[in-house]
């Protein structure tokens, strides 16, 4: 059982608690024939702590549909100096610092591809139109945590970029395949997929649930001014888990645990793009 789900189930036991206290003075105050109910002092302060602990219960509930961002790079100084070069290399466009941080061994999909020549032919390295200097840029803006990767080879501590990857749902219910994360602050939901359209609500850091068949698709025909993402919407259609608010977030605020994410790995004492890779 996660956090938000442990000081949920912590506020409703002390409320139900507070209420079972009262209840067993009034049954015993009734049975007995005698006035044993506390004074009112005493009955003013379970008043104001049954109120406090609703308050918590509520704030509890709201918290455990959102996924706060995270950046954990500075626990560790060597992956730090790692990422800043791989932002600076990917500023710059230069291939030849990227090719020398990937693993030989890299995983590029579910298919089994795997190795430097399967990556550069993935990402069409050798193109000028190569996506891949916007997407990794795009998913370490974002932060990344300390995780586990696995493949059927080895099982090591890593780092995965972007934080989302590693998302907690709020309950068992959800289906991992169509929950997303709202990656900003007030971000504006819309009545329409259009910049234009009325603006219906602010969402921040929202788990939300995503209605792909009805979202839109990047119609974009630039070819250098994008990323590539799992399913390439534009406007993506969602709704909040408590199904208060439903309309269209744009592409830049939105982002599946699905999608594309970077695994980092430190291979004998450097730091080694391990996996690329999106889907399940």
Not at 60 to 73: C, D, R
Not at 208 to 213: K, L, P, R, W
Not at 234 to 262: A, C, H
Request: proline content about 2%; some cysteine.
């Amino acid at each position: 059982m996660n956090n938000r789900l442990l000081n949920k189930f912590y506020y409703k036991l002390n409320f139900g608690i507070l209420l079972c206290r009262i209840y067993i003075l009034k049954f015993l105050s009734k049975t007995l024939n005698f006035n044993i109910l506390p004074n009112k002092e005493k009955l003013y302060s379970i008043f104001f702590q049954i109120i406090f602990t609703l308050i918590l219960l509520q704030f509890a509930s709201g918290q455990s549909n959102k996924f706060l961002p995270k950046n954990e790079i500075h626990k560790d100084s060597s992956l730090t100096s790692f990422v800043c070069k791989l932002q600076y290399a990917l500023v710059k466009r230069d291939k030849n610092f990227i090719l020398s941080v990937v693993d030989k061994n890299i995983e590029n999909g579910f298919d089994g591809s795997k190795g430097i020549e399967e990556f550069k032919r993935v990402w069409d390295f050798d193109s000028q139109n190569s996506k891949i200097w916007l997407t990794i840029s795009k998913i370490i803006s974002m932060g990344g945590v300390f995780t586990d990767y696995n493949n059927e080879k080895e099982h090591k501590k890593s780092f995965v970029f972007p934080y989302v990857y590693d998302i907690t749902l709020p309950n068992d219910n959800l289906d991992i395949y169509e929950i997303m994360a709202i990656t900003g602050e007030n971000v504006n939901l819309r009545e329409k997929p259009d910049v234009s359209s009325k603006i219906i609500g602010k969402l921040s850091y929202d788990i939300v649930i995503c209605d792909y068949d009805n979202s839109i698709v990047n119609s974009s025909t630039d070819s250098n001014d994008d990323i590539m993402s799992w399913g390439n919407k534009q406007w993506y259609k969602v709704k909040t888990l408590d199904n208060s608010k439903q309309g269209y977030i744009f592409k830049d605020f939105i982002w599946s645990p699905n999608d594309y994410r970077m695994f980092l790995s430190k291979i004998n004492g450097t730091w080694k793009i391990v996996c690329l890779i999106t889907g399940d």
